[in-house]
């Protein structure tokens, strides 16, 4: 059984930084690690994903060039680095893992419980 607990939210001002954490218990190491978010009254979106060898990322066209996602297989931790934060970032994140590498969020087997990011203006 995998486990996902998600944390590094909090309240940030507009062009500030973030760092996400999905710490995984289970056996995670061929699993695919995404991010998504929903604001509210919003639908969960794709935000970031990779494959469990590092080799192929995937990423929204809001966050290209600001977020970044990473894993550290030794920690069973994947992260999701937010530079230039906006005031439209503002959702819940959640972490994911899936058995591939995917952009759709039903195909995600394991999911964290989010934590709150707020960017201010």
């Known amino acids: 059984q995998v486990q996902l607990v998600d944390s590094g939210g909090g309240l940030v001002q507009a062009g500030g930084s973030l760092r996400l954490s999905c710490a995984a218990s289970?056996?995670?190491?061929?699993?695919?690690m995404g991010w998504f978010r929903q604001a509210p009254g919003k639908e969960r979106e794709f935000v970031a994903a990779?494959?469990?060898?590092?080799?192929?990322?995937y990423y929204a066209d809001s966050v290209k060039g600001r977020f970044t996602i990473s894993r550290d297989n030794a920690k069973n931790t994947a992260y999701l680095q937010m530079n230039s934060l906006k005031p439209e970032d503002t959702a819940v994140y959640y972490c994911?893992?899936?058995?591939?590498?995917?952009?759709?969020?039903?195909?995600?087997?394991?999911w964290g419980q989010g934590t709150q990011v707020t960017v201010s203006s």
């Open positions: 289970g056996r995670t190491l061929l699993y695919a």
């Open positions: 990779r494959s469990w060898s590092g080799g192929s990322t």
């Open positions: 994911a893992a899936s058995r591939k590498l995917t952009t759709t969020g039903e195909e995600y087997n394991y």
